[in-house]
T-cell receptor, first 115, second 115 residues
């Protein structure tokens, strides 16, 4: 079975630009979460969507937004890119919304570099 | 607010030696606890999780972790290290309240295995 797939794998953008990252969850999984992992640090929670509704939002500015489509795939959008947005963006899917009975399955991430 | 502390950003062991990676959490109510492993240029893979069924949790690849409420700890161990265990390890917590999949990760510990 296919795992969580993310596209693109690498991306280089200039400050001030906009970026869209895409994620396809494991088949049957209804929850998608996004995490930002800055080099040398642990992942930080950005958003969770379940059944196309936002279930949680981390401490990120409004420049970050996301949505989930009827097929449960998801997009993460970041506007007005800053150098500090350079990171590995990880998508994770799970069958249910709660983490205790439905563990997260992570994709390999999108490496975003802002110059 | 819940947090996770991983003691030691780098741990180096010889092949065949005991692996001990430390994790302490701060929470008034014991949260759900997880250990994830990240290999270079890949996403995170779940090693094991604690959800209160048993204090000693066995995971994949010979790893196990023991939940100690009195010490607010969830240290990861493996009796005998293999070269293939070299990776980044993350401890994470999820609050019991609320129905979300949000994980709070520690800073990570890089495990080096020497031949």
């Amino acid at each position: 079975d296919a795992g969580v797939t993310q596209s693109p794998t690498h991306l280089i953008k200039t400050r001030g630009q906009h970026v869209t990252l895409r994620c396809s969850p494991i088949s049957g999984h209804k929850s998608v979460s996004w995490y930002q992992q800055v080099l040398g640090q642990g992942p930080q929670f950005i958003f969770q969507y379940y059944e196309k509704e936002e279930r949680g939002r981390g401490n990120f500015p409004d420049r970050f937004s996301a949505r989930q489509f009827p097929n449960y795939s998801s997009e993460l959008n970041v506007n007005a890119l800053l150098l500090g947005d350079s990171a590995l963006y990880l998508c994770a899917s799970s069958y249910q919304a709660s983490s205790y009975n439905s563990p997260l399955h992570f994709g390999n991430g999108t490496r975003l570099t802002v110059t | 607010a819940q947090s996770v502390t991983q003691l030691g950003s780098h741990v180096s062991v010889s092949e065949g030696a005991l692996v001990l990676l430390r994790c302490n959490y701060s929470s008034s109510v014991p949260p759900y606890l997880f250990w994830y492993v990240q290999y270079p240029n890949q996403g995170l893979q779940l090693l094991l999780k604690y959800t209160s069924a048993a204090t000693l949790v066995k995971g994949i690849n010979g790893f196990e972790a023991e939940f100690k409420k009195s010490e607010t700890s969830f240290h990861l161990t493996k009796p005998s290290a293999h070269m293939s265990d070299a990776a980044e390890y993350f401890c994470a917590v999820s609050p019991r309240s609320g129905n979300t999949g949000k994980l709070i990760f520690g800073q990570g510990t890089t495990l080096q295995v020497k031949p």
